[in-house]
Structure formats: C-alpha cells, structure tokens
C-alpha cells in the first residue's frame, strides 16, 4: 500500500473504512486507560476520524499523522475549523482546537515527534498495512512512543485466505509477536461482527472478528 495507493482512494472517495461516529469500542474501553485530562493522544494514520474528535471532547489534546491533505481538510471542514499552518521535517502541520494533524508519512516520523505523547489509539491503522510494512510500523509507531504510553488497539480477524486486504486480517499471535519488544499487550474484548458487515459477507468471509487490545509502551527500553 504505497502513498499514491491512498491519495487515489481519497481523491475517489473511496473510504468505507470511515464512521460518521466515534468508535463505539474505543468509548467503551478507552476509560479504562486511566488518561487524565490535557495529556495528548497520538493517532496513527488518522485519516479524518471522528474519534479526534471525541478526544477533544474529552478534554484530551490531540496529535494525528496523515498522508491525505484531503482527509485533514475534510475534519476541520467539517467541524468547523480553521487550522494554524505550519511545516518541520515531518510535513505540514495543521492545528486547531487541541488537535493537530501532521500532513506527513507516519513512516517519517521519530521519537522527538512523539515526544509529546501520553497515550495512542490504533483504529483500521496497523490493519491497513501489508504484513511487509507492518514490522516496520511497529518499529517506528509504537518503538517511537515514549515509554509508559498507553492506549487502545483495534484490529480484525478473519480467515487470510477469504479476502485480500486492506483491511488486513492481524490475528492476536501476530499483535503480541509484534509488540513484545516494545511493551505489554492485554486483550480487553473480543466480538464476532460478521452480522453487521455485508461487504465483508458479499466477499465470501465465513468469520469476523474485532480485538481491542490495551497496549502500554514498557519504561525502561
Ligand atoms: C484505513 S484508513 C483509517 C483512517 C482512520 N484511522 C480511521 O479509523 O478512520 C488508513 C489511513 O491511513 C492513511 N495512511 C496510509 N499510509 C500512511 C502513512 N504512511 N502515513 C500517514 N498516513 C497514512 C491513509 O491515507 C488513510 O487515511
């Protein structure tokens, strides 16, 4: 999934991996983090969701990465506001509202940029990705993030051989593998949702499931 692969989704407006809401999963279980108020979420490949939103709405300072500048456009459109513009090495960043989105690769990024961060939430981020890009992901997201970080992991699972992704299936042996250099990994709910996907049921996938995960960057590496 190279960038001009992304860029042409959004220009088509071919983003059915978007929810006009924040994501149920994440409301349920993000409280249980224990992130105060002011500290500042990371959002991998961010895309325009509306869990920024929510976050904002949390009292939480938001810090996004996203190749699209149609996408980072479109929320603050969308919500009404009219971001700040400024550049470093990591590409344009617009801000408003506490929220902060870099127009930039997420590959690009290192620990300085991270700095900042108390917490992250991977929603169809780490699934977007081809097994080949994933390790290099991991490396550099979650290795990048500063230790005692914590957040939530969204994921899906379903038989490999069903569907070519994006999304990829990331089975829990996968996740765990993965992040085990970088830190602790605890499964929090798991939830069949073939009923509500039909596309995914036109494509002949026999199961599906959604894992949350609460993943906590180790102190100490
Ligand atoms: C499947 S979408 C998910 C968006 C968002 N997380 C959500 O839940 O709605 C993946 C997004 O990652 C962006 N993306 C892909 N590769 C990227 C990269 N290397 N750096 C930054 N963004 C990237 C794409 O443009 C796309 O908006």
Do not use: N
Request: some cysteine; overall charge neutral.
């Amino acid at each position: 999934m190279e960038a001009d692969y992304w860029m042409q989704r959004w220009r088509e407006g071919r983003t059915g991996w978007h929810q006009e809401r924040p994501t149920p999963l994440m409301c349920r279980h993000w409280p249980k983090l224990g992130i105060e108020r002011g500290s500042r979420v990371f959002v991998p490949l961010a895309g325009r969701s509306q869990d920024m939103a929510w976050f904002a709405s949390q009292g939480l300072r938001v810090l996004g990465v996203e190749l699209s500048e149609l996408a980072i456009t479109g929320f603050f459109v969308g919500h009404g506001l009219t971001p700040k513009t400024t550049v470093s090495r990591y590409g344009t960043h617009h801000e408003a509202a506490g929220i902060e989105l870099i127009c930039g690769d997420a590959f690009a990024l290192d620990a300085e940029a991270l700095a900042g961060c108390d917490a992250a939430f991977d929603r169809a981020a780490m699934i977007a990705l081809p097994p080949s890009l994933r390790e290099r992901y991991v490396d550099t997201v979650y290795g990048c993030l500063p230790r005692r970080c914590r957040g939530l992991l969204i994921t899906l699972e379903y038989p490999k051989d069903e569907k070519a992704g994006p999304p990829f299936a990331v089975d829990e042996a996968e996740v765990r593998a993965r992040l085990a250099p970088w830190g602790e990994v605890e499964t929090l709910e798991r939830r069949d949702i073939l009923a509500g996907q039909p596309s995914f049921q036109a494509e002949g996938v026999t199961r599906l499931e959604t894992v949350v995960y609460r993943v906590e960057r180790r102190a100490g590496l």
